[in-house]
Structure formats: structure tokens, C-alpha cells
């Protein structure tokens, strides 16, 4: 089993910047933040392979946020930096201990409690 506690979530305004935090207990092969804003589906926005460090960036975040591990602490990062009011969703932490493929939301085992980002225009 591994546990996720997310922070660093909160309250910005458009333009602004927030770095999310996610301690992992044991292992992990892949880790990814996740977004959900009301009335709209979970989508990915980016991932890490910790071992190799590839990572991976949705559209619409590519050049604003960083993902990142810290191998040392078992903690998963995402600087966002230039935020816009569409960023505003609540954030999920997301881990896989086995090898294989990481795209998808249905091949992470593990999940955290989620942390809420709004950011005002």
C-alpha cells in the first residue's frame, strides 16, 4: 500500500503561481497529478516516471507547470506557474508501484484526498 498526502493548494489570483506537494509512502514506478473542475471529468496534466524522470504535460499546461520528484522525500511536485482562472479544479495526486504504462487514470493504483486550486481573474 502507499499513501499520498497532497498540499499546498489554495486561493490565487490569474498570473499567479502555487506549488502543489504529494508524500508518498513506499515505492512508486509513476506518479501524476490529476484535475477535477465542477461539472467536468478528471483530466490528467502531467506525470513522471521516477525512475527514468520522462515526463509527460497535457496541452494546456505545457510550458506553465513543472512536475517533478524528489527521490530523497518520496514527494511529487507541480510548480504552476502563470495560472489562469480554468486551472481552478480540485488536484489529485496519483501513483502506480508496478511497471508498465502510466497514460491512463484506470492504471494508478493509488490516490490521494485531493487539493483545491481556484485561481481568480
Known amino acids: 500500500q502507499v499513501q499520498l498526502v497532497e498540499s499546498g493548494g489554495g486561493s490565487v489570483q490569474a498570473g499567479g503561481s502555487l506549488r502543489l506537494s504529494c508524500a508518498a509512502s513506499g515505492y512508486t514506478y509513476c506518479m501524476g497529478w490529476f484535475r477535477q473542475a465542477p461539472g467536468k471529468e478528471r483530466e490528467g496534466v502531467a506525470r513522471?516516471?521516477?525512475?527514468?524522470?520522462?515526463?509527460y504535460y497535457a496541452d494546456s499546461v505545457k510550458g506553465r507547470f513543472t512536475i517533478s520528484h524528489d527521490n530523497a522525500k518520496n514527494t511529487l511536485y507541480l510548480q504552476m506557474n502563470s495560472l489562469k482562472p480554468e486551472d481552478t479544479a480540485m488536484y489529485y495526486c496519483a501513483a502506480r508501484r508496478g511497471g508498465g504504462y502510466c497514460s491512463f487514470q484506470t492504471e494508478y493504483n493509488y490516490w490521494g484526498q485531493g487539493t483545491q486550486v481556484t485561481v481568480s481573474s
Open positions: 513522471i516516471y521516477t525512475g527514468s524522470r520522462s515526463t
